[in-house]
């Protein structure tokens, strides 16, 4: 079972670069997230989307964009990477919240260095 | 703002003893969830309660939601190394599309 696989794992950048961080899932899930994770800081929620083609901002949304154009695939773009987007990226999937469980699938996370 | 307060944020305990981690808050969730992280890996579901006053037991872990569904608890009876990880709790307030995240409490077990 493939779950939600992120792609790359890790990517070291320059100040400025541009880049995307691929998310897929295979659970035919609605909804889709992206977190990152900071020492101290926890997950913060970066962009989400409800469905296909549908996007939303998160609580730390500056210097991200995302598309969702596939249902089973979400995208995170750095326009111009800064040193204080160096975290831990995780993407995850779920029915959402309210209906079911609420259970969130996460990946295994992208780690991105900006120098 | 929903806030969920983890406590402790950090704990270190030797193998065999007990201990609880506590996820409170002002806000009512329509249910809680427990996760459990560990090093170079994303966040595993461990359990969700949805019942104020409801408890859940996972072999030695036991989960309790608060009876106005405000808080919970974990607690881990004999801890064990295989339990060292990173403890997250998120409340589904039910009405809009985001989990709430507590912080974590990071747990090591030595054995």
């Known amino acids: 079972n493939a779950g939600v696989t992120q792609t790359p794992k890790f990517r070291v950048l320059k100040t400025g670069q541009s880049m995307t961080l691929l998310c897929a899932q295979d659970?035919?899930?609605?909804?889709m997230y992206w977190y990152r994770q900071d020492p101290g800081m926890g997950l913060r929620l970066i962009h989400y989307?409800?469905?296909?083609?549908?996007?939303a901002k998160g609580e730390v949304p500056d210097g991200y964009n995302v598309s969702r154009l596939k249902k089973q695939n979400f995208l995170l773009g750095l326009e111009s990477a800064a040193p204080s987007q160096t975290s831990v990226y995780f993407c995850?999937?779920?029915?959402?919240?309210?209906?079911?469980?609420?259970?969130?699938?996460f990946g295994e996370g992208s780690r991105l260095t900006v120098l | 703002t929903q806030l969920l307060e983890q406590s402790p944020q950090f704990l270190s305990i030797q193998e065999g003893e007990n201990l609880t981690v506590y996820c409170n808050s002002s806000?009512?969730?329509?249910?809680l969830q427990w996760y459990r992280q560990e090093p170079g890996e994303g966040p595993v579901l461990l359990v969700t309660?949805?019942?104020g006053g409801e408890v859940k037991k996972l072999k030695r872990l036991t989960f309790q939601f608060g009876d106005a569904r405000k808080d919970s608890s974990l607690h881990i009876t004999a801890a064990q190394p295989g339990d060292t990880g990173l403890y997250l709790c998120?409340?589904?307030?039910?009405?809009?599309?985001?989990?709430?995240w507590g912080l974590g409490t990071s747990l090591a077990v030595n054995p």
């Open positions: 995850a999937s779920g029915q959402g919240p309210g209906r079911g469980t609420g259970e969130l699938f």
């Open positions: 659970m035919n899930h609605e909804y």
């Open positions: 989307s409800v469905g296909e083609g549908t996007t």
């Open positions: 806000s009512v969730f329509s249910s």
């Open positions: 309660v949805v019942t």
């Open positions: 998120a409340g589904d307030a039910g009405n809009n599309r985001k989990l709430i």
